[in-house]
């Protein structure tokens, strides 16, 4: 046996034993919060991408300061259409969250 590959081994199973695990929420309510969360990021990553195409016109378009603040806009609209509602998105994700702890909690 090699003593190089058997010390190997062991610090491998010391790393994955110190590895933390998540912590159960509490409420459901920072569960539901975080899937709300998650959601508002995700449509407004989509919406970036949707609306990168688009270029303006006039005096007073583009440059730095529109990409900036349609960047901003496009998170405040994703954070808006899940506060309403969202894509459905939130609820699978919420599901997932509390299915994920309730495995943790069991022996």
């Known amino acids: ?37 998650f959601e508002a990021f995700f449509i407004g ?15 007073f378009g583009g440059g730095q300061g529109e990409n900036v603040f349609r960047s901003m806009m496009m998170q405040e609209y994703g954070k808006t259409i899940a506060a309403r509602g969202g894509l459905g998105i939130a609820d699978s994700v919420y599901k997932s969250i509390l299915q994920m702890q309730e495995r943790e909690q069991t022996p």
Do not use: V, W
Not at 1 to 21: C, G
């Open 1 to 37: 046996m090699d003593p190089n590959n058997t010390l190997a081994l062991s610090q491998q199973h010391l790393s994955a034993s110190q590895t933390p695990k998540p912590s159960a929420t509490s409420s459901p309510e920072k569960a539901k919060a975080a899937a709300e969360s």
């Open 45 to 59: 990553q989509y919406l970036e991408h949707m609306f990168a195409g688009i270029r303006t016109d006039g005096m």
